[in-house]
């Protein structure tokens, strides 16, 4: 498959997964999601032990793109359901990868960027690297994120994640559970390259096991939790708030809330 907005790169036992798009903050359009479903279906069943994801660029991923969310604005209910479905896949194709998975996080990782980057098995992160999910700053509802916060932060954590939109250190991430290891941005390649052979050195039946071991615990739990954040992502789209959120954005200025 040719891709245009990330890039697959493999050496020995560890395929890399670029995103591609820096100009963009590598921010994520529905094609991008589509090519990262094919990246990872394909890494799933091909002889790599490991796969790393990360952004070209300064940033891992800024979240989706926002333009995109504006044109899409005045679709049908059906269609709004279809692009959360798309979007669920995605975030459900990394985490039920039967290889092991490292983000490397070398800058912002925002909304489902931050979803992509702590969703993998091991999240390595430079101490100068931000994250946040910040749907509420534009009337949009972080609703598949959600899920897979909630299972690794518990309730109240995620409540003022979510509810506040702040973003927050490498540190405070590592805190939370949500990043393994902060590493210096110099040793950020290395480090990678040295945990990478670390679990490739391990059997793979035995890591495909557990990783559906544990996957197949929170199955019941997550397959509802992401039903119902399927609606919530699809009926966001249609409230006034996330029009005018998105609107404001764009334009610079501060956003107008319905009352």
Not at 27 to 50: F, K, N, Y
Not at 145 to 158: E, P
Not at 195 to 205: D, I, R, V
Request: include cysteine; glycine fraction near 6%.
């Amino acid at each position: 498959m040719i891709y245009r907005t990330i890039e697959v790169i493999q050496q020995d036992w560890v395929r890399t997964i670029r995103l591609s798009r820096p100009d963009r903050r590598n921010a994520i359009t529905p094609e991008m999601q589509l090519e990262l479903i094919a990246a990872l279906d394909a890494a799933g069943t091909s002889d790599c032990r490991v796969v790393v994801l990360e952004g070209a660029g300064e940033a891992f991923c800024s979240g989706l793109d926002l333009s995109v969310l504006q044109n899409s604005r005045g679709k049908t209910s059906e269609e709004y359901r279809e692009e959360a479905i798309r979007t669920a896949r995605m975030f459900r194709y990394l985490y039920d990868l039967p290889k092991a998975t490292i983000a490397a996080v070398h800058g912002a990782a925002v909304a489902g960027g931050a979803g992509l980057a702590t969703i993998c098995d091991f999240t390595l992160a430079v101490p100068t690297a931000r994250f946040g999910f910040t749907e509420a700053r534009i009337g949009f509802v972080p609703a598949l994120v959600s899920a897979y916060l909630r299972l690794q932060i518990g309730d109240k954590a995620a409540r003022d994640i979510l509810l506040t939109g702040r973003l927050f250190d490498a540190a405070e991430a590592q805190r939370l559970g949500l990043v393994t290891e902060i590493v210096a941005p110099d040793a950020l390649t290395s480090r990678v390259q040295e945990l990478s052979l670390t679990l490739a050195a391990n059997s793979p039946a035995s890591i495909r096991a557990t990783k559906r071991l544990l996957a197949e615990q929170n199955h019941s739990w997550l397959s509802e939790a992401l039903k119902l954040a399927m609606e919530a992502n699809a009926q966001a789209r249609e409230m006034p708030d996330f029009n005018e959120g998105v609107t404001a954005y764009l334009e610079k200025r501060k956003p107008r809330w319905a009352k």
